[in-house]
């Protein structure tokens, strides 16, 4: 349906990029997330693949045809903002009928679509209503029906940051159930990991400007390429120290790193983070358990002040001031942001790795 092709696309605001030599395949009726803390990029890239911000540099295709200079109304994509913006002096059928309008589509044609977008985000009754008569989720369907009605190839912006985390992940659900039914093609922005990772086929984890990396869910989470995304998304635990010989330095973790001498740091999942209780001098001390019913969190701080959390069963007994002695079931290694080691990943950590594209 849409294959979208953004080729080392800057934008320049001032002396300072927003965004940096980007780029990105995305292919038919995939759902790439764009992800990334707040001011590193994400909306400027969306608004310059929707027309709203030319780039300084690069060269935006969708479907082979080059738009990178052509206004919104003239590119086949849809864009709902973070903030809805629906137009209150028109009725829910005439915001989602406005982008047919500007195309002069004949007046049943029109009907027939604003109908069926209306059934699709579940607003069947509502054409007649006013906007400002909805409720906050019915008016981010509107949106999302409003973009859906063109057909396009489909550009969200943090499309549900204001709503509340139940609406959240509900909307989400229907989008990614209405994305895949119809195959459109979409780029999703999100600052939030559990979006991310609930919704996308791959994210792109942006910082600066820039991409950190762009792959699938599960190989962001169990094969990041810097510390950075190994920090951005899920839990980590980060522990500095310095390689020599082959070896960590780190009095608690000795562990085989084959990489040159200098300084390292080593990161390892909550869930990859064994605690055992012990008598040693340079042992940890457990801080707090907190009980989550499925798993308890253990925060254990080691002697210098760094903070560790594991996670264990729910029927492990581990409390505040008990002495303990961690180790890593598995690791990554890093060095000036990029990864340099990964110890040997478990046994299904390794099939998921082995299953899906890179
Ligand atoms: N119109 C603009 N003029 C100047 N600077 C801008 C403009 N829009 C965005 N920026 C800057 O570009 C950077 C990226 O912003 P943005 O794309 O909004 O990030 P995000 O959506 O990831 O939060 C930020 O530093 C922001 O201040
Ligand atoms: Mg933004």
Same mark, same amino acid.
């Given at each position: 349906?849409?294959? *979208?092709?953004?080729?080392?696309?800057?934008?320049?605001?001032?002396?300072?990029?927003?965004?940096?030599?980007?780029? *990105?395949?995305?292919?038919?009726?995939?759902?790439?997330?764009?992800?990334?803390?707040?001011?590193?990029?994400?909306?400027?890239? *969306?608004?310059?693949?929707?027309?709203?911000?030319?780039?300084?540099?690069?060269?935006?295709?969708?479907?082979?045809?080059?738009?990178?200079?052509?206004?919104?109304?003239?590119?086949?994509?849809? !864009?709902?903002?973070?903030?809805?913006?629906?137009?209150?002096? !028109?009725?829910?059928?005439?915001?989602?009928?406005?982008?047919?309008?500007?195309?002069?589509?004949?007046?049943?044609?029109?009907?027939?679509?604003?109908?069926?977008?209306?059934?699709?985000?579940?607003?069947?009754?509502?054409?007649?209503?006013?906007?400002? $008569?909805?409720?906050?989720?019915?008016?981010?369907?509107?949106?999302?029906?409003?973009?859906?009605?063109?057909?396009?190839?489909?550009?969200?912006?943090?499309?549900?940051?204001?709503?509340? %985390?139940?609406?959240?992940?509900?909307?989400?659900?229907?989008?990614?159930?209405?994305?895949?039914?119809?195959?459109?093609?979409?780029?999703?922005?999100?600052?939030? $990991?559990?979006?991310?990772?609930?919704?996308?086929?791959?994210?792109?984890?942006?910082?600066?400007?820039?991409?950190?990396?762009?792959?699938?869910?599960?190989?962001?989470?169990?094969?990041?390429?810097?510390?950075?995304?190994?920090?951005?998304?899920?839990?980590?635990?980060?522990? %500095?120290?310095?390689?020599?010989?082959?070896?960590?330095?780190?009095?608690?973790?000795?562990?085989?790193?084959?990489?040159?001498?200098?300084?390292?740091?080593?990161?390892?999942?909550?869930?990859?983070?064994?605690?055992?209780?012990?008598?040693?001098?340079?042992?940890?001390?457990?801080?707090?358990?907190?009980?989550?019913?499925?798993?308890?969190?253990?925060?254990?701080?080691?002697?210098?002040?760094?903070?560790?959390?594991?996670?264990?069963?729910?029927?492990?007994?581990?409390?505040?001031?008990?002495?303990?002695?961690?180790?890593?079931?598995?690791?990554?290694?890093?060095?000036?942001?990029?990864?340099?080691?990964?110890? !040997?990943?478990?046994?299904?950590?390794?099939?998921?790795?082995?299953?899906?594209?890179?």
């Amino acid at each position: 349906m849409a294959h *979208l092709a953004i080729e080392g696309v800057s934008k320049l605001f001032g002396t300072t990029f927003a965004v940096r030599d980007f780029s *990105l395949e995305v292919g038919d009726g995939e759902l790439v997330c764009l992800l990334g803390p707040s001011g590193s990029g994400k909306s400027t890239l *969306l608004r310059m693949i929707g027309g709203f911000e030319r780039p300084s540099g690069g060269t935006i295709r969708i479907d082979a045809k080059d738009v990178t200079n052509l206004p919104p109304e003239r590119r086949p994509t849809g !864009m709902v903002f973070q903030s809805h913006a629906l137009w209150t002096h !028109m009725d829910v059928f005439n915001n989602i009928a406005f982008g047919l309008k500007l195309r002069r589509l004949p007046k049943a044609e029109i009907r027939e679509r604003v109908e069926n977008a209306l059934a699709l985000v579940g607003l069947v009754d509502y054409g007649r209503r006013i906007t400002t $008569q909805l409720s906050g989720g019915q008016q981010q369907r509107v949106a999302l029906a409003r973009s859906l009605v063109l057909e396009p190839k489909i550009l969200l912006d943090e499309p549900f940051a204001s709503l509340d %985390q139940h609406l959240r992940e509900r909307l989400r659900e229907e989008v990614r159930d209405i994305q895949q039914r119809l195959g459109i093609t979409t780029l999703f922005v999100t600052h939030g $990991q559990d979006e991310a990772l609930a919704l996308a086929d791959r994210i792109v984890v942006m910082r600066d400007g820039g991409t950190e990396q762009i792959a699938p869910p599960s190989i962001i989470y169990r094969r990041p390429q810097t510390a950075f995304v190994a920090g951005f998304i899920g839990s980590m635990n980060f522990v %500095q120290s310095h390689i020599r010989n082959g070896v960590c330095e780190h009095p608690l973790f000795p562990l085989a790193v084959p990489v040159d001498d200098g300084p390292v740091t080593l990161a390892s999942r909550p869930e990859a983070l064994a605690i055992h209780p012990s008598e040693r001098a340079n042992a940890a001390t457990v801080h707090r358990t907190v009980d989550f019913g499925t798993h308890k969190i253990v925060d254990v701080d080691l002697a210098d002040g760094t903070r560790l959390k594991a996670m264990v069963a729910p029927d492990e007994r581990f409390q505040a001031g008990m002495k303990v002695e961690p180790s890593f079931a598995s690791f990554f290694a890093f060095r000036d942001n990029a990864l340099v080691h990964q110890s !040997m990943p478990s046994k299904s950590d390794a099939e998921a790795v082995r299953l899906l594209p890179v």
